[in-house]
């Protein structure tokens, strides 16, 4: 109810200040709120994937708490888990603005933020202080801009020696559309040299891999093999697509905007990969992509994840959104 209230202000504002504007007032809630938010929100329904217990299985999706700033209320707001980052080795500003756009006939954003985080050390300065959070914590790590792609691996190491302490487990971002040559960190002989380095790093924290919606049914399959071979423990999948299907001919002048698609017109195809790695592999995946209700949820619990990760259905549905599918789930 109060977020139907909420959200047609927010949405008269710019959606990168609104962003802004969520995130500080969640990150000043004192604690009065936080436990008047709790009772409200979070709802319990455990389980154990990859050897970590989730009091619920429906996450923060990696990108709207990069920097980790509002760690209290999401748990407070009902989140079974949350993925913060993607956080690069290097404190970097991202794509210059505008960067995120809403398509609300569609149901979906384009962003091209381009992983603007103020860096791996500051994170773990920040978690440091915080200390242990009661639910678990998935930290995303992606390649900073100004690192060229033959240096990637030194570069995810370093963020993977600063935060791995404090990761329940961490994910290997090498599918964002917003870092120029990223994505071919998907392919296999790339992929490779990545994963044993950071397998060898990683110590007991479970390394996840997060793709793109893009991928053929081939690369992914080899995509598949790769993180068999290293012990990967899971994936997540997925990221914002490229495609511009199934938008509403209201969005179209938007449609041009450069960067990843998320929402809506992604259920479907986000749906297909999380099948398709369900049949072909035994690693758990976590599912993301256009969950906007609690039935698609559902669905994409049916298709084989063992978890799954919200962020635009939030942005269109509030908060209750992570309570009703739960409240399903139970
Ligand atoms: C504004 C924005 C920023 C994002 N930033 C990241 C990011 O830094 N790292 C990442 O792995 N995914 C990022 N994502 C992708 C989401 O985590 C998720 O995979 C994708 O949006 C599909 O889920 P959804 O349809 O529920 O939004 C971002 C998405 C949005 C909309």
């Not at 809630?29 to 009091?55: K, Q």
Request: hydrophobic share 45%; glycine share 10%.
């Amino acid at each position: 109810m109060s977020y139907r209230l909420v959200r047609p202000w927010l949405f008269r504002r710019d959606a990168e200040a609104a962003h802004e504007w969520t995130l500080c007032r969640l990150a000043a809630l004192p604690p009065v709120a936080l436990a008047a938010l709790r009772r409200t929100y979070a709802r319990s329904a455990p389980r154990t994937v990859f050897g970590v217990r989730f009091p619920n299985p429906v996450g923060l999706a990696a990108g709207l708490d990069k920097d980790g700033r509002a760690l209290h209320a999401w748990p407070a707001l009902g989140v079974g888990f949350i993925e913060v980052g993607t956080v690069t080795r290097h404190a970097q500003p991202g794509n210059p603005a505008p960067r995120l756009f809403r398509l609300p006939a569609s149901g979906a954003v384009i962003n091209r933020m381009g992983f603007n985080n103020a860096g791996a050390a500051a994170l773990a300065a920040r978690l440091d202080a915080l200390g242990p959070l009661p639910v678990p914590l998935g930290i995303s790590l992606g390649k900073s801009k100004v690192t060229p792609l033959d240096e990637a691996v030194e570069d995810y190491l370093f963020s993977l020696r600063a935060l791995r302490r404090y990761a329940d487990y961490v994910a290997v971002n090498v599918s964002s559309p917003n870092t120029p040559g990223l994505r071919s960190l998907q392919d296999r002989p790339a992929l490779a040299a990545l994963l044993a380095a950071l397998r060898a790093e990683a110590g007991p924290t479970p390394v996840l891999v997060k793709v793109a919606p893009d991928l053929t049914d081939q690369a992914l399959g080899e995509l598949l093999e790769v993180c068999t071979e290293h012990g990967v423990a899971g994936l997540v999948a997925t990221n914002t697509t490229l495609s511009r299907d199934g938008l509403a001919a209201a969005d179209a002048d938007l449609a041009a905007e450069a960067g990843g698609l998320s929402g809506r017109p992604l259920t479907e195809r986000a749906r297909e990969v999380v099948t398709f790695i369900a049949k072909r592999s035994e690693l758990p995946v976590i599912g993301v992509g256009g969950i906007m209700t609690p039935d698609d949820a559902l669905r994409m619990f049916d298709a084989g994840a063992s978890l799954v990760q919200v962020y635009t259905g939030l942005i269109y549905a509030g908060p209750a959104l992570v309570r009703r599918i739960v409240g399903e789930l139970r």
